[in-house]
């Protein structure tokens, strides 16, 4: 059984940079040929798909948060993060990380809880 479970602050600045770590127990964040997204959902809005890390160290990311946003990993530690910069009040929603299927990503068969960050000064 793959697990997910998001960790970081919650409470960020506006202009910082959010920080959020997924960690995964049960599964190798490396095994062909899974994908590992970060995906949000801000109050009263629908899922909103943020980027992904894949088996091999790949990153796609959402063009609207692109410029903003960078997925990184640490194998060792079979945990995947990600990096939102020049937060506003607007990056305030839950954070989700989940697993992409293999056989075809962008759809998930494992998610973590989801954490609540608030932008706010």
């Known amino acids: 059984q793959v697990q997910l479970q998001e960790s970081g602050p919650g409470l960020v600045k506006p202009s910082q940079t959010l920080s959020l770590t997924c960690t995964v127990s049960?599964?190798?964040?490396?095994?062909?040929?899974?994908?590992w997204s970060w995906i949000r959902q801000a109050p009263g809005k629908g899922l909103e798909w943020m980027g992904v890390?894949?088996?091999?160290?790949?990153?796609y990311y959402s063009p609207s948060l692109k410029s903003r946003t960078s997925i990184s990993r640490d194998t060792s530690k079979n945990q995947f993060s990600l990096q939102l910069s020049s937060v506003t009040p607007e990056d305030t929603a839950v954070y989700y990380c989940?697993?992409?299927?293999?056989?075809?990503?962008?759809?998930?068969?494992?998610w973590g809880q989801g954490t609540q960050v608030t932008v706010s000064s």
């Open positions: 890390i894949a088996y091999d160290g790949s990153t």
């Open positions: 989940a697993r992409d299927m293999a056989t075809g990503w962008g759809i998930y068969d494992y």
């Open positions: 049960g599964g190798s964040i490396t095994t062909s040929y899974y994908a």
